[in-house]
């Protein structure tokens, strides 16, 4: 089993994550841009580390996919969720994840449990541009190629509490696996 996430995982792909995600830019990066280079890194850490491991039969966890370009870029920023699925594709090269756990909680909670000592933009970003991606990140879950994918968990409480509540919803999915 293999931990990752996006974008990163790699050296290259770290790499585009701290331009991606940086705040030192005194310009403001083109939502368009943004799309591009999350696939940029999407590319390098699907073919480096993803798919070797799941060629061999392992299993991968990511921290985050595709899925947030089309929440975030496809819907918030208003390009659409399939022209920019269509971007990805190339990206992705087939790679859908079996599984999805979106963990579903206020934007309030969702703001105070991801700031970070370090920052990024998505925290600087207005109210109303978040409430819009949590939006996007429902109409995704509805989208056709994660159907009997995608699992809603509610996630307020302790990370306890809300552990527990992902593994009685991974159940059936794990179930499905064994037999």
Do not use: C
């Not at 009997?148 to 593994?167: C, M």
């Amino acid at each position: 089993m293999v931990y990752t996430r996006e974008p990163g995982g790699t050296e290259i792909a770290e790499s585009i994550r701290q331009v991606v995600q940086g705040t030192k830019y005194k310009e403001e990066m083109e939502p368009i841009v943004d799309i591009y280079l999350y696939a940029a890194a999407r590319a390098q850490s699907l073919r480096k580390i993803v798919a070797p491991v799941l060629n061999t039969g392992g299993i991968v966890i990511s921290d985050r996919s595709f899925i947030s370009s089309l929440a975030i870029n496809g819907y918030a920023h208003g390009f659409g969720i399939e022209p920019v699925l269509q971007i990805n594709k190339h990206a992705i090269k087939g790679f859908v994840p079996d599984l999805v756990i979106y963990l579903d909680m206020p934007l309030t909670y969702s703001i105070k449990r991801t700031s970070d000592a370090n920052g990024d933009k998505f925290e600087g970003m207005e109210i109303k541009f978040l409430r819009k991606a949590i939006k996007g990140y429902n109409e995704v879950g509805k989208h056709k190629i994660f159907r009997n994918k995608w699992i809603k968990v509610k996630a307020t409480g302790t990370k306890e509490e809300v552990h527990t509540r992902i593994l009685r919803k991974i159940k059936p999915f794990l179930a499905k696996l064994g037999s």
